[in-house]
């Protein structure tokens, strides 16, 4: 009987091969740098294989890339901008901030 693959893990995979292929690496290139086999980095970009929050560092580490953008994928350029500059915002503002974010973002939908 056929595995069921989990959506998850297929999205993440497919993340994994996209930057290492961006990368021009080949699966053992990836599998030294991060200290798997190729056959491990195979299943997981295949989404047959999930990941433990280990190899996710790994991976993210020879990568060179966050372990955010592996689970979640990338995220607009702006969103590291406000975040960088909510860190410097008293946590009691930043929830007004977060509310006129909320209703700028309602008004332009």
Same mark, same amino acid.
């Given at each position: 009987m056929p595995r069921t693959l989990k959506d998850i893990n297929v999205e993440v995979g497919t993340r994994i091969k996209e930057k290492r292929l961006a990368?021009?690496?080949?699966? @053992? !290139?990836?599998?030294?740098?991060?200290?798997?086999?190729?056959n491990f980095i195979q299943e997981v970009e295949r989404g047959r294989s999930g990941l433990s929050s280990e190899s996710i560092r790994a991976l993210s580490m020879a990568l060179k890339v966050s372990a955010d953008s592996l689970l979640f994928g990338d995220a607009p @350029? !702006?969103?590291?901008y406000i975040s960088q500059k909510l860190k410097a915002?008293?946590?009691?503002?930043?929830?007004h901030i977060?509310?006129?974010?909320?209703?700028?973002?309602?008004?332009?939908q």
């Open positions: 990368q021009k690496l080949t699966r @053992e !290139e990836l599998a030294r740098l991060s200290g798997y086999t190729a @350029e !702006e969103f590291f915002v008293p946590p009691q503002k930043r929830e977060l509310k006129i974010i909320e209703e700028a973002i309602a008004c332009s």
